[in-house]
């Protein structure tokens, strides 16, 4: 059964200009998928994920979440997810200390006795928290409150998990940390998470689908790399080589997976060598053939480098061609 089978989804909020905030949304996932929902600001994504988890009913449009009616059945799908807003605050009580407060949660969460005193120090300890664990959250940084709605939300026992840009607010350590943690929970947990973020590289390390939205639309959507690998997006890999050049030069693009154009040249600074620069649209399976090219024959390989394409090319790719003129 997928986690999220919806279609149509359609939300405008009232009042506000003629574009709806989400306009006729399809999405499957299915469960272990951690989906990366991306798109500049305005673009619907914390629309979007506030109507999975039940907290915003869609104007129009249908579907399930866990197996949970989208429109009859929000009690449900709001009981057995959990989500990180990007206001982290929500959820904090300001009248128990950070412990307190994930003490507090933790059977919400289905975590008691042992079991949850274990992962509460556990994620004290992985947040960077364990000097605040008795500490009041008025006097936490706003980082630190970032990472006790996180530590709240990781508690979660919950089949799907939704992170409104998590790691937005942390330092590198805390940013790394988060990261760890998600990774974590769908390897070891087997939780499917949604999560939105504005950083293009967290995205690529943590996500196995990627969601492009922009003005309320999914421009894109699949697996993470073959989002990279879809548009085309031509780059370089560079190899210096020494070997019998006549062999070398029997290769050709079709032998290299997305190859489009093959350069041979003669660097000046070492006679002896080739460079050779093929440009393809696969930088991954290119590298992966030339590798076995290279063994193959007995060259020896002095360097080799990729300028491979990244989600922030695509991104901006996409984005650009849904631009309006
Ligand atoms: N409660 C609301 N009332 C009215 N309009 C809203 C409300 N929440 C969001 N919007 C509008 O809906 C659109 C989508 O907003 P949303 O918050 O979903 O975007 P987002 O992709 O999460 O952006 P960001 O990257 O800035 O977080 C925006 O145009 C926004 O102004
Ligand atoms: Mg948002």
């Known amino acids: 059964m997928a986690i999220v089978d919806i279609q149509g989804i359609k ?14 949304i399809d999405l499957r996932l299915e469960p272990g998928t951690v989906l990366g929902l991306l798109g500049p600001n305005g673009a619907g994504k ?3 994920i506030k ?24 009690a449900e799908i709001r009981a057995h997810v959990s989500l990180v807003a990007p206001t982290a605050d929500v959820g904090i009580d300001n009248n128990l200390t950070v412990r307190q407060n994930l003490v507090f949660w933790a059977p919400v969460y289905g975590l008691y006795g042992k079991a ?27 980082g630190q409150r970032q990472r006790l709605a996180l530590a709240r939300s990781l508690l ?27 990774a974590e929970l769908n390897i070891e947990r087997g939780v499917t998470i949604v999560l939105t973020t504005h950083v293009m590289e967290e995205a690529e390390e943590l996500c196995t689908e990627i969601a492009i939205l922009q003005h309320g639309q999914i421009r894109q959507h699949g ?5 990279i690998a879809s548009l085309g997006i031509v780059r370089p890999v560079q190899l210096i080589l020494q070997g019998d050049p006549e062999a070398m030069s029997s290769l050709a693009t079709r032998d290299l997976m ?14 002896g060598d080739k460079e050779l620069t093929v440009w393809t649209r696969d930088t991954r399976g290119t590298t992966a053939d030339l590798l ?19 989600l922030d090319d695509v991104f901006r790719q996409v984005l650009d061609a849904g631009r309006p003129n």
């Open 11 to 24: 939300k405008q909020y009232p009042g506000v200009g003629r574009e709806p905030a989400l306009d006729r």
């Open 46 to 48: 914390t629309t979007f």
């Open 51 to 74: 109507i999975l988890a039940g907290l915003l009913v869609p104007d129009a449009g249908r579907g399930t979440v866990l197996g949970y009616d989208l429109w009859r059945q929000a």
């Open 116 to 142: 949850a005193r274990q992962r509460i120090v556990e994620l004290l300890e992985r947040l960077g928290l364990a000097d605040k664990a008795d500490a009041w959250p008025m006097h936490l940084s706003a």
């Open 156 to 182: 979660a026992e919950t089949p799907l998990l939704f992170l409104d840009e998590p790691t937005n607010k942390l330092d590198r350590e805390g940013t790394q940390a988060v990261r760890e943690l998600i």
């Open 223 to 227: 697996p993470t790399y073959d989002v």
């Open 258 to 271: 997305g190859a489009v154009k093959l350069e041979w040249a003669q660097p000046e600074w070492a006679p």
């Open 292 to 310: 076995a090219w290279v063994m193959r024959h007995g060259y020896r390989l002095v360097r080799i480098q990729s300028a491979r394409v990244t």
